[in-house]
């Protein structure tokens, strides 16, 4: 029979997800202790009515803000109320430039619903008092709204009894279905998503992470470095997210799972999500961290400030051993009856698997496709001779997270 196969080496997508604000250069910082804090959840915050003396009771779904010094959550806090009452300035007792920056980061790492840009001034050098919030656009104000009631139209559709790893995944699938990996004017902002529905690594993580909020799901928007392979100079600034499910932390990013590859088929993939610390690491490095611009906005050579991030050391719900796609070893019985029951099932034209070690991930890898292309085998066992000899099989590879993909045209 003609064996016909095409191999695609798979190809991710990355992009800054840096946000541009107005900085002032800062020669130093002075990391504070924590002060102990009553904490309610930011996903059901009070008012920002609420009373100065009371500003104690806030957040306890807020990655970052749990990990400032208390002076930093009173600039945090002040920040946040401000922009949920879309005030254009707001104004506190003066800080060091460094507390400030460390709240602003968090403040705007914590809350995706925030997508308009701000500045800010001091009453001295190496002080703040003031931010202005760039809100005076009516139809800025407008297409926040627009893009939290499409968010919210998402929401009014997931099942309350669904697990929170059911719903992430529906989230996951949702985002990337319905967008394209596209630049654009609003791509650093979860709007982008909602109304575009074409953003880069800062929108679709932040689209992400607001799904998981307002369904009550700790979810953290993380900056970083993925990895070019090549050399480090094919290194980027990218984004993704940080989930806590039950008492655990995973590792999603939406926009790896959305590839660029050459077929219309081939359009999601779950090589990044939920996964631990040993395989994310080989491709991303968490670097959440506080910059500095020079007058002429040009950022500092190394961070104010880098927040520290949990381990995630549970490998249990990669999608791929949640899914009976993991394999820890190459057995060719084993994996002819996975792919079989895949092709007879039909669900999306594409079968996904992934391999425990290199070895098993070569193994797979050269019995399937490469030297024996065992893979027809299993077509015309499972649909006969004449029906599979019509079929061509392309398959996409990547050595890094040990999946294989492959679909029939």
Request: hydrophobic share 35%; proline share 2%; net charge negative.
């Amino acid at each position: 029979m003609n064996r016909r196969i095409k191999n695609m080496i798979i190809t991710f997508i990355t992009s800054a997800a840096t946000v541009t604000v107005t900085a002032l250069a800062v020669n130093g910082c002075k990391k504070e202790e924590s002060s102990e804090i009553a904490y309610i959840s930011a996903v059901n915050a009070i008012s920002p009515v609420m009373p100065e003396e009371d500003i104690e009771l806030l957040y306890n779904r807020d990655f970052f803000f749990d990990r400032l010094g208390y002076e930093e959550q009173k600039v945090y806090i002040n920040m946040l109320r401000a922009c949920r009452d879309m005030k254009e300035e707001t104004y506190f007792e003066s800080v060091p430039e460094y507390t400030f920056l460390k709240a602003e980061y968090a403040l705007f790492a914590d809350h995706p619903e925030i997508t308009w840009r701000w500045s800010y001034s001091g009453s001295s050098d190496e002080t703040v008092n003031t931010v202005y919030f760039d809100i005076t656009d009516e139809g800025l104000k407008e297409r926040n709204r627009q893009a939290i009631q499409k968010a919210d139209d998402i929401l009014e559709q997931i099942d309350d009894d669904l697990s929170d790893y059911e719903k992430i995944r529906i989230f996951y699938d949702t985002i990337i279905n319905n967008t394209d990996y596209r630049e654009n004017e609003y791509d650093q902002d979860m709007t982008s998503v909602f109304i575009e529905n074409e953003s880069v690594c800062a929108g679709y993580s932040r689209a992400f992470q607001y799904l998981c909020k307002e369904s009550g799901i700790d979810c953290a928007y993380i900056e970083g470095i993925a990895y070019g392979f090549q050399d480090d100079e094919n290194d980027e600034a990218h984004a993704w997210n940080l989930v806590k499910l039950d008492d655990d932390y995973y590792w999603v990013d939406v926009t790896w799972g959305d590839p660029l590859a050459d077929d219309d088929d081939y359009n999601k993939t779950y090589s990044f999500f939920c996964t631990d610390d040993e395989e994310f690491h080989e491709t991303h490095k968490a670097w959440p961290s506080v910059w500095t611009r020079d007058s002429d906005g040009n950022l500092s050579k190394e961070p104010l400030y880098t927040f520290e991030v949990p381990e995630c050391t549970d490998p249990s719900k990669d999608y791929y051993r949640q899914t009976g796609a993991f394999f820890d070893h190459y057995d060719r019985d084993e994996m002819e009856s996975f792919i079989s029951e895949k092709l007879t099932e039909d669900s999306d034209g594409v079968i996904e698997f992934k391999m425990g070690d290199s070895q098993s991930y070569e193994s797979a890898l050269g019995d399937l496709f490469l030297d024996r292309v065992y893979v027809y085998d299993i077509i015309e066992d499972t649909f006969g001779e004449s029906r599979a000899q019509a079929y061509e099989v392309y398959y996409i590879q990547d050595e890094h997270t040990r999946i294989i993909s492959m679909f029939l045209d």
